[in-house]
T-cell receptor, first 112, second 117 residues
Framework: GENVEQHPSTLSVQEGDSAVIKCTYS??????FPWYKQELGKRPQLIID?????GEKKDQRIAVTLNKTAKHFSLHITETQPEDSAVYFC???????????FGKGTSLLVTP | GAVVSQHPSWVICKSGTSVKIECRSL??????MFWYRQFPKQSLMLMAT?????????EQGVEKDKFLINHASLTLSTLTVTSAHPEDSSFYIC?????????????FGPGTRLTVL
């Protein structure tokens, strides 16, 4: 089955700096890669996603890049703010409508 | 956006009792719902895939006789933890796919915190 590795497990940055979280996946059939933000005790919220036919996608301060050959994808957050502090999960699935395989999560702390 | 609710939001029960958790899609029909379990400071682990009108598909290592899943309608799936034990204490989250959706986005419920004493 699919195995999603996520690094780092914790990340601390100063407000205004950039944060990068990286994930690798094992199943070459995976073609949908969403990123979720989860605050303590709350539901995961989709912040951005990318499909295998696209190499990069950007939404304001958030961007995701995908390298299908190397089977890795990354989340980039620029101009970080304290409210970006949360746990971020990457995930992969073989197609829309299939269950998600999650990475172990990255706890991001943005200090003022 | 699509809204998914869960009930209850938290529950405390005695060891050996059964607990039912409901997952509802409030403003859309969900042919497929997923059940995840999340232990403290850990990731979401898929437990089972629930399709309306058919038996759930369980992930390896998840006991289907212990975690009973019923998806009787396009807006409701239930997870019953039977004979709960302290090790079943966890955060249970459901997600739902809209029928005919090609976006791949899953809409998550707010989760249910289960504590077994």
């Amino acid at each position: 089955g699919e195995n999603v590795e996520q690094h780092p497990s914790t990340l601390s940055v100063q407000e205004g700096d950039s944060a990068v979280i990286k994930c690798t996946y094992s199943d070459s059939a995976s073609n949908y890669f969403p990123w979720y933000k989860q605050e303590l005790g709350k539901r995961p919220q989709l912040i951005i996603d990318i499909r295998s036919n696209v190499g990069e996608k950007k939404d304001q301060r958030i961007a995701v890049t995908l390298n299908k050959t190397a089977k890795h994808f990354s989340l980039h957050i620029t101009e970080t703010q304290p409210e970006d502090s949360a746990v971020y999960f990457c995930a992969a699935s073989v197609d829309s409508g299939y269950a998600l395989n999650f990475g172990k999560g990255t706890s991001l702390l943005v200090t003022p | 956006g699509a809204v998914v609710s869960q009930h209850p939001s938290w529950v405390i029960c005695k060891s050996g009792t059964s607990v039912k958790i409901e997952c509802r899609s409030l403003d859309f029909q969900a042919t497929t719902m997923f059940w995840y379990r999340q232990f403290p400071k850990q990731s979401l682990m898929l437990m089972a895939t629930s399709n309306e009108g058919s038996k759930a598909t369980y992930e390896q290592g998840v006991e289907k006789d212990k975690f009973l899943i019923n998806h009787a309608s396009l807006t409701l799936s239930t997870l019953t933890v039977t004979s709960a034990h302290p090790e079943d204490s966890s955060f249970y989250i459901c997600s739902a796919l809209t029928s005919g959706s090609y976006s791949g986005e899953q809409f998550f419920g707010p989760g249910t915190r289960l504590t077994v004493l």
